[in-house]
């Protein structure tokens, strides 16, 4: 599976924006964009994935860039609940499991 | 919203025993997985399962380690000869097929703690 890059940690402000960036230069084009999040002591949790078009659900937003080359995860409002560690994951269309990296801790200061 | 359950919460085992962890994953989902958290650690793919046999695997996942779907519901994983190194979060997931997130995204159960001493 291709390899992503995110910042160790970020913080944001409550009942703020976040965008959570993620650098995957070498997706290939079958590689769907994932993103998974962590709770303290939870398991992982979908949060949302997309292939080449900006995607929106309840929980987040996902931009693309043109080039597929970088990835950013969207929380429009940041909530103390929304402190965990964010995973960017690729895995191919006809790919199985995914490889988790070591994410992004989101730190949400109230 | 149909979740993938995990028993036991949390177990406790002496160095050299055997541990069944149990996961109940989603009715309708046919692809079911192991991953395991280490303390402080990242998660790590420990196997795959899919019509009944052993899809892919890990380097982890060695001759201590098996799975098995014992009847329609349960799907398990066996750790014979636990080592504590094997004290860790052991996650159970599981994914459907076709389009959409269905077929995309793997659902993970709340975890089982094993602690092995």
């Known amino acids: 599976d291709a390899k992503t890059t995110q910042p160790n940690s970020m913080e944001s402000n409550e009942e703020e924006p976040v965008h959570l960036p993620c650098n995957h230069s070498?997706?290939?084009?079958?590689?769907?964009i994932h993103w998974y999040r962590q709770l303290p002591s939870q398991g992982p949790e979908y949060v949302i994935h997309?292939?080449?078009s900006n995607v929106n659900n309840r929980m987040a937003s996902l931009a693309i860039a043109e080039d597929r080359k970088s990835s950013t995860l969207i929380l429009h409002r940041a909530t103390l609940r929304d402190a965990a560690v964010y995973y960017c994951i690729l895995r191919a269309n006809t790919g199985n499991q995914f490889y988790f990296g070591t994410g992004t801790s989101l730190t949400v200061i109230p | 919203e149909p979740e993938v359950t995990q028993t036991p919460s949390h177990q406790v085992t002496q160095m050299g025993q055997e541990v069944i962890l149990r996961c109940v994953p989603i009715?309708?989902?046919?692809?079911f997985y192991w991953y395991r958290q280490i303390l402080g650690q990242k998660v790590e793919f420990l196997v795959s399962?899919?019509?009944?046999?052993?899809?892919?695997k890990s380097e982890i996942f060695d001759d201590q380690f098996s799975v098995e779907r014992p009847d329609g519901s349960n799907f398990t994983l066996k750790i014979r000869s636990t080592k504590l190194e094997d004290s860790a979060m052991y996650f159970c997931?599981?994914?459907?097929?076709?389009?959409?997130?269905?077929?995309?995204?793997?659902?993970f159960g709340e975890g089982s703690w094993l602690t092995v001493v």
């Open positions: 997931a599981s994914r459907g097929i076709g389009p959409g997130n269905s077929g995309n995204t793997i659902y």
């Open positions: 997309g292939l080449t």
């Open positions: 009715s309708n989902h046919l692809y």
């Open positions: 399962f899919y019509n009944n046999e052993i899809s892919e």
């Open positions: 070498t997706i290939s084009g079958t590689d769907y």
